[in-house]
């Protein structure tokens, strides 16, 4: 039986233990305990799991994410610090450096910073496009886009569905 979302919005992200509260606690602390350094290398270098700096990750950020994956139907999903941040890790892990994308013109100046000057310097270059150019003019640009294939596309799926031209390419979409 599919679960309907008002009880993933209360049951998902969380699955308390025995003897564990019902509820997420909201853990409060930067560091975590560790009874040898071997123990914090380990975390460091990523062949263990567990958590030893809230910056990085922690239990309540971890079951929100959890929550927010399951009321999406993700797969995963990863909790930023700003919206700017994961504009950055969205395309970051998609491009490197000899890659393309494309964007809305019409996008935050600082999102059209981080795009057009931040990555730029990383060398990905993004083109940015009128979200309301005719289909005409869509087109027209298209064919100057193809050489260069594109990587990503973000902003309306629908309009810019057309510029993608391979099947290495994704879309990245925002909601503001």
């Not at 922690?58 to 009321?71: E, G, H, S, Y």
């Not at 395309?91 to 964007?103: K, L, M, P, Y």
């Not at 795009?115 to 730029?120: D, L, N």
């Not at 886009?145 to 879309?171: F, H, M």
């Amino acid at each position: 039986m599919e679960t309907k979302i008002e009880t993933k919005c209360i049951q998902e992200g969380y699955k308390p233990k025995k003897g564990e509260p019902r509820q997420v606690p909201i853990i409060q602390s930067t560091t975590f305990k560790y009874d040898t350094s071997d123990e914090m290398g380990k975390l460091f270098d990523l062949e263990a799991d567990g958590y030893f700096y809230t910056r990085l990750q922690n239990p309540t950020n971890d079951a929100v994410a959890a929550k927010i994956c399951a009321l999406e139907g993700g797969v995963a999903a990863m909790l930023t610090s700003s919206g700017q941040a994961a504009n950055f890790y969205a395309v970051f892990n998609i491009c490197e450096a000899g890659d393309h994308f494309i964007a809305s013109s019409s996008i935050y100046g600082g999102t059209y910073n981080l795009f057009g000057v931040t990555m730029k310097k990383m060398g990905i270059e993004c083109t940015f496009v009128d979200q309301n150019l005719s289909e005409e003019e869509l087109e027209r640009r298209r064919a100057k886009w193809q050489p260069r294939e594109p990587k990503i596309t973000t902003g309306y799926l629908a309009r810019y569905a057309s510029l993608v031209t391979s099947g290495n390419t994704g879309a990245i979409l925002r909601n503001n």
